[in-house]
């Protein structure tokens, strides 16, 4: 029995369904419930995504596919259909795990995955924007791909108090003001760069503005260290942040 975090479920034959669960003990694991859809299924109505409960499952090594015994929902989080950037942001952060996540243990990506979760479900609306990019950016720090925002990632250099530097994707991180005119990458002021500490350590920065910007530096980090690819949930989510069309700066 592990504690475990329903990703995503699709039918399987006349009666089946196949879940793909992110556990504390197995990391990513894919199980097969039988008969779930049958008149006699049982349990089939609290196998709704996102939940967290306690997995009971006979794994046998070196297979792919593991056969479910029972699943017994601790948290449902029924908040996260409450409205459309909720479930969006808890799409996106199921997403980023399923894409990178092995079967193997992770205890860290499981708490981050399981706290992003709860505060999805449970944030007031006007902490919400923050609240996905806090979940995607803690998530992504539990893999272990934490951006350096201070020295400059060329030079070594601290960045000054006032200084804007650039981001630069393929260094994983932030280049001083010296070395940052000609990167192509987001311009990053100290403002920013306090939110994004403020974000890396699951902490919702007061004054966040620029979500949609906010948004686009995660996604384009994401893709370019964790997925290989950009997340299809995180262009949708795209549309639903606040934000203009600037650059994440402190104009
Ligand atoms: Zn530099």
Redesign the pocket.
Known sequence: MTRAILLRGYDYGDTSRIFRFYTREHGLLSVIAKGVRGRSGKGAAVMSSFATGELTAYVKPQRDLHTMKDFQCTRLREGLGRDVLRFAGASAAAELVLVHAEAERQPGVFEALDTAMDALAEAPPGRLPGTVLASLWTITEAFGFAPQLDP?V????PLGGDEVGRFDFAAGGV??A???HDSAGPRVGPVARRQLADLLAGELPDDLTHGRQHLALVSDFIAYHVASKPLKSLAFLGGLMPGGPEEVTDA
């Open positions: 400059c060329r030079c070594d250099t280049r001083c010296s070395c940052g």
